[in-house]
């Protein structure tokens, strides 16, 4: 099969683990151009990693939660390749699962902070690039915790998420740029290299945990988690020129939960 990506400059957030990291493993076996960014210094083992393999790959540390993180991160990718093709944005993940009124306004805040405001401010900061030359692809990773327990101020940053990628696909869809979304349930991952939430967990937390993990499970017609591949690939398929007439999508990868 002919690889779908060959000389495209892809930027890649939350690189360094997970499902960043699979889509930029199969990114680059297809002919991507990366950056790939993350706030972890692991993302420049990852860079090595595929460098050695041949890739062409720009490691890139930023914290994206900011304007000034993301405008960075953009302003050296295009110096670096003169263009911009494809932006993944990767960065958000639950920290806390609990009930909402266990919540304390800060942790709110946090949650609102990692889920939404990073693809908010790259989507920002990428669209001058693709508007000069012409088009471009975004997808956004959201998730289908929109509706689930345990996680309501993540699941309204997503829902941001959401919202965000139907208005970009609308108002730039006349300027070349296509802007979808995939929206994973639950993933089965190694272990991450920085965890989200360092906190103690007593038994009332794990339990809560398990909360979660059983509506996740119950709420997927599969009953499983999914593999990291799984998700990867309808991320791509997104990015890539197969996609060409979808925009303003936002995609399930849950077993069957729509989120």
Request: glycine fraction near 12%; aromatic fraction near 6%.
């Amino acid at each position: 099969m002919k690889p779908r990506f060959t000389g495209q400059v892809m930027v890649v957030t939350g690189a360094a683990q997970g499902i960043g990291r699979r889509v930029a493993e199969r990114a680059a076996a297809e002919g991507a151009r990366l950056v790939l960014v993350d706030v972890a210094d692991h993302v420049q083992g990852v860079a090595a990693g595929l460098r050695d393999q041949g890739s062409e790959v720009l490691a890139l540390q930023a914290d994206l939660e900011t304007w000034n993180g993301a405008e960075a991160v953009m302003i050296e990718a295009h110096r670096r390749y003169g263009r911009i093709d494809i932006l993944i944005n990767n960065v958000g993940g639950t920290i806390w699962a609990q009930p909402f009124e266990h919540y304390r306004p800060e942790q709110i805040q946090k949650e609102i902070q990692r889920s939404l405001f990073p693809t908010l401010w790259c989507c920002r900061a990428v669209l001058p690039y693709m508007v000069t030359q012409g088009g471009g692809a975004i997808v956004n990773v959201s998730s289908v915790a929109t509706r689930g327990l345990m996680r309501v101020p993540y699941g309204a940053a997503k829902g941001g998420v959401n919202a965000l990628t139907v208005n970009l696909a609308f108002e730039y869809a006349g300027h070349g740029i296509r802007v979808n979304a995939t929206a994973p349930g639950g993933t089965e991952a190694p272990p991450r290299l920085t965890p989200r939430n360092s906190e103690p967990q007593g038994e009332r937390e794990k339990a809560w945990y398990q909360t979660l993990v059983e509506q996740t499970q119950a709420t997927s017609f599969m009953h499983r988690y999914g593999t990291l591949d799984e998700q990867a690939e309808p991320i791509l398929f997104l990015a890539s020129d197969a996609a060409s007439y979808i925009t303003g999508t936002v995609l399930p990868v849950a077993g069957g939960d729509q989120g």
